[in-house]
């Protein structure tokens, strides 16, 4: 893992972006906006106790686990948010209602409330821009030298919400291209698993910020993966789904290049965009 320095943020904090694995040529750049649980010193503790930190609404429980594995077995670059979602929502775009969340899932974040707009302009300059701006780096570095690339972000959701028990162990979001979420979910599929069709979420130009921004706008392909908490939280389920991923994303991959090409048209498009 290498902590990489971020301009902006304050020297003792640590920086907000964590790149894990190496670059072993593959299509993959993995992303994780809400693997992270720290809150900069200058915050406390948010006013919030440790144990309800602990809970999903702090972080996307047991993610850190499989991105870091996947990155390993992929030999991909894996970028990592480092603070909570409760800080702010690095999958949302900067001013939407649920950037800074008042509250979540039933938890009143108390240094959330009546923040100024330089408040919330230095959580963005010290959080939010910074790790969007790493992806942005690391995506454009990948099309200059031409090479194939696939955004693949990760998160994990809670297995029961407002009383209700969600069936899916995984699920794909997607919106406006889906083509390697369908290829990927008849995999999973193949496996026996139950899978969620942009479920328990629907990936939407407003509810998210990452895939919209770094997959659809730059036309490269992309899918959005969301795996169910009880089942990653632990090592063993960490690492089978790691596995998992390890194997039936190259497939994925593969069988996306055999039916639209390795590098879209749109792809070399922006590549000649940003040359
Ligand atoms: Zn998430």
């Known amino acids: ?17 964590a790149v894990y694995g190496t670059d072993g040529g593959g299509p993959f750049v993995l992303v994780s906006d809400h693997a992270g649980r720290a809150v900069p010193s200058y915050l406390g503790d948010l006013g919030v106790s440790a144990a309800e930190r602990a809970r999903h609404i702090g972080w996307d429980i047991g993610i850190d686990g499989v991105g870091r594995a996947l990155a390993q077995k992929l030999q991909a670059v894996l970028i990592e948010q480092v603070y909570s979602r409760l800080v702010i929502d690095c999958n949302r775009a900067p001013g939407h209602p649920t950037s ?71 699920g794909l979001l997607h919106n406006h291209d889906k083509r390697l979420a369908i290829l990927l979910m008849d995999l999973l599929r193949k496996e026996g698993l139950t899978v969620g069709d942009n479920e328990p979420y629907a990936l939407t130009d407003t509810s998210d910020y990452t895939i919209p921004t770094h997959g ?60």
């Open 1 to 17: 893992m290498t902590g990489e320095a971020v301009t902006g943020t304050n020297a003792k904090e640590p920086p907000c972006v």
């Open 216 to 275: 659809e706008k730059r036309c490269l392909p992309h899918v959005e993966i969301e795996i169910r908490q009880d089942l990653i939280a632990h090592v063993a389920g960490q690492e089978e789904w790691a596995t998992r991923l390890a194997r039936l994303l190259p497939e994925a991959w593969a069988c996306f290049c055999q039916i639209y090409g390795t590098i879209t048209d749109e792809q070399a498009d922006a590549e000649g965009a940003i040359a």
């Open 100 to 170: 800074i969340v008042k509250i979540s899932d039933g938890t009143s974040v108390p240094a959330n409330q009546d923040l100024t707009m330089e408040q919330r302009a230095y959580r963005e300059n010290t959080i939010l821009h910074p790790y969007h701006a790493r992806i942005t780096q690391e995506l454009d570095a990948r099309l200059k030298a031409g090479r194939p690339t696939v955004v693949v972000a990760l998160h994990s959701f809670t297995p029961e919400f407002g009383g209700v028990k969600r069936p899916w162990q995984v």
